[in-house]
């Protein structure tokens, strides 16, 4: 830790000294305004509101001797990693270009912008600024209604056709939480580096940090549910497991509404029973895998256990969030 004297200047005003390779490395100059902020007996210092605007990151993704899925995760990396422009080199006829379209349009405020025979550019242009991260967590709780009711709805629908519609919904607004988790963690990434940022959304470190817990559960518990509906149009058992499962499932939805209006509303209450009340969700599933006779109805009781696990984790979150 840098130490500095303090020093008087006239009559009613003290001086410090900054240091030199702060003030280069952030490009400043004399006359230049600075933030201040008093919290908890310290000051923290930081460049004011009208920042410079800072550099754009580039970075160059080569497609050769790579599989899809590779070129997937460097993409979705780079745009986590807050990169603004991505451009994507091919080596030849390159015949993998609508999967590698498709992967841009799900990353929300990429757009591509140039495209020739032997590349692709991407940029972002959202301003992460302009993003609302409660917002984004009312969403994605939306989303995820939707979701579970549709996942119990499996357990009771015996038309095949109407089964496979309901686990292709599912699965489809499996891909909007995903992106809704993609631009959170992109903008809170961005937030916590920059603190300019986490100001002109109007949220501290620690916010932004709870925040992002709270979305992560909340992609978790999406997963699960694509992950139980697939299971469950594939898998063949009795109507009294099912109607068991199905009875376990719409308790977790109650929990998951129970947590989510803890969440919004302060309440410790809530909170807590519904910590308290997991290991019990967590009993029934355990039993109803004693009567589960083949692998895809293990997992789906697996996928339960998961989900009631998380919801258990945001209760945690609202109960380890107060001052």
């Known amino acids: 830790m840098d130490s500095r004297k303090l020093m ?12 030199k390779n702060w003030i280069r490395s952030n490009k400043l100059k004399k006359g230049d305004s600075l933030h201040l902020k008093e919290s908890a007996g310290d000051i923290i210092l930081s460049l004011s509101n009208e920042e410079k605007e800072l550099p754009q990151k580039k970075i160059i993704i080569d497609t050769k001797d790579k599989s899809i899925g590779w070129i997937k995760a460097e993409v979705v990396g780079s745009y986590l ?8 080199r091919f080596n030849g006829l390159e015949t993998r270009l609508p999967q590698i379209k498709e992967i841009i349009r799900n990353l929300s405020g990429l757009e591509i912008m140039e495209q020739t025979s032997s590349k692709m550019a991407a940029k972002d242009i959202l301003n992460p600024k ?8 009312r969403r994605m709780d939306v989303i995820l209604r939707s979701m579970i009711d549709d996942g119990i709805s499996c357990f009771s629908e015996t038309n095949r056709e109407k089964m496979e519609t309901l686990e292709i919904n599912i699965r489809q607004r ?3 939480i995903n992106r809704l988790y993609f631009l959170s963690h992109r903008v809170i990434k961005n937030a916590l580096k920059n603190p300019s940022f986490g100001r002109a959304l109007g949220m501290d470190p620690w916010q932004l940090y709870s925040s992002a817990l709270i979305i992560l559960r909340l992609e978790k518990i999406g997963d699960r549910q694509k992950r139980i509906a697939t299971l469950c149009l594939n898998s063949k058992q009795s109507k009294k497991w099912k109607n068991d499962v199905s009875l376990i499932y719409q308790d977790m939805r109650d929990k998951y509404l129970d947590v989510m209006k803890s969440y919004y509303t302060n309440n410790l209450a809530i909170a807590f029973e519904v910590e308290t009340s997991n290991k019990n969700r967590i009993n029934n599933c355990n039993e109803l895998l004693k009567k589960s006779d083949s692998a895809d109805s293990a997992r789906i009781i697996e996928n339960l256990s998961a ?9 945690r979150d609202v109960i380890g969030t107060q001052d």
């Open 307 to 315: 989900m009631t696990t998380s919801i258990k984790y945001i209760s």
């Open 130 to 137: 302009e993003v609302d991260i409660n917002s984004i967590i």
């Open 81 to 88: 990693n807050c990169y603004d422009l991505i451009e994507i």
């Open 174 to 176: 499996d891909e909007d």
């Open 8 to 19: 008087e200047f006239g009559k009613s005003s003290y001086i410090i000294s900054l240091p």
